[in-house]
């Protein structure tokens, strides 16, 4: 955008243009402004001739963002974020807040960190509410468009317009059944080689790479950096895998088959009576639990963030 452009554009045009970004809906988007249906259609026209550029097209979902929209939408949201900021109180009070935070976190987040989290939140915040979901292909949307406050996970790249605030590391443990009929003698690695493995097949899910994605770690590659009575794991076919580490968790329970699961995970579920933790000596790098919001958050998700923080640092 040249001078020209920025000094004759109508600022609150770029309200419009935020809300059609998270609506994808002409109509959506003047409920939530307020405005008629023509009257964002009228402002949408503006920003186009003030632009040069179409902005938002009609496809199959609604109203979709051409390329310029999308370039421009990181700067425009956190602009517009920074504006609210300014004029809104400068104390967030939990003690009085009644705000839905969203929150994504993997099953395996959920279980070591939440429960902390959740404790904390009533505590504090009595009247705000903590809804969950699991991360899909669309959280960078989801995080940009303020669908989703905070996102929980591990993570192999965080693009700059996000914060990534590291919780704590973890590595992999072994588990078998209790009364696992290998442990009468005491288990090494060589005894534990010898047992049928079961892998952990599911994904993290990952962003499509379009330059500007946040990746997640695919926690299934795990056992491709462990090695077990001398031989790599990804040399060694698994003859069971499952989805996700909760079905593994119930097949090691119940079978004789061996699992390499997260060792905050494989703790909880040793505590319950349900599995017994194996320490190898075969040394895998820790992959890193953490929290990433957008940048510039301030009031309620800042504290939310903090709280997180603190929780996870502790485990």
Excluded: C
């Amino acid at each position: 955008m040249n001078d020209l452009h920025f000094n004759t554009l109508d600022l609150n045009l770029l309200r419009v243009f935020q809300a059609l970004l998270e609506e994808q809906s002409a109509t959506r988007a003047g409920e939530r402004l307020g405005l008629t249906q023509s009257a964002v259609s009228h402002a949408l026209g503006r920003l186009r001739a003030s632009l040069g550029d179409e902005l938002f097209e009609r496809g199959a979902s609604g109203l979709q963002a051409t390329p310029r929209a999308l370039e421009m939408a990181p700067a425009i949201g956190a602009a517009l974020k920074m504006l609210e900021d300014a004029v809104s109180p400068n104390r967030f009070d939990p003690a009085t807040t009644d705000r839905l935070f969203h929150v994504a976190a993997s099953p395996y987040a959920s279980s070591v960190i939440m429960p902390a989290v959740v404790r904390r939140v009533l505590a504090e915040a009595p009247g705000a509410k903590l809804h969950l979901v699991s991360p899909t292909s669309n959280v960078v949307d989801d995080l940009d468009r303020g669908r989703l406050d905070v996102v929980i996970g591990a993570f192999d790249h965080v693009d700059d317009r996000f914060e990534h605030v590291p919780l704590f590391d973890e590595t992999g443990v072994w588990v078998i059944r209790t009364g696992h009929p290998a442990l009468s003698p005491g288990i090494s690695d060589e005894v534990l080689a010898k047992l049928p493995r079961l892998l952990i097949s599911g994904v993290e899910p990952r962003e499509p790479p379009r330059g500007r994605g946040l990746g997640l770690q695919r926690l299934s590659n795990w056992h491709d950096s462990y090695a077990l009575g001398g031989v790599a794991l990804r040399e060694v076919d698994s003859p069971v895998s499952v989805p996700d580490a909760y079905s593994a968790l119930v097949m090691v329970g119940e079978t004789d088959v061996a699992a390499l699961m997260p060792r905050r995970l494989a703790m909880l579920a040793e505590q319950a009576g349900r599995v017994v933790v194996i320490e190898s000596d075969g040394a895998s790098p820790p992959f890193t639990l953490g929290a990433v919001v957008r940048r510039g958050e301030r009031g309620a998700v800042a504290w939310l963030l903090d709280l997180i923080t603190e929780v996870g640092r502790k485990i």
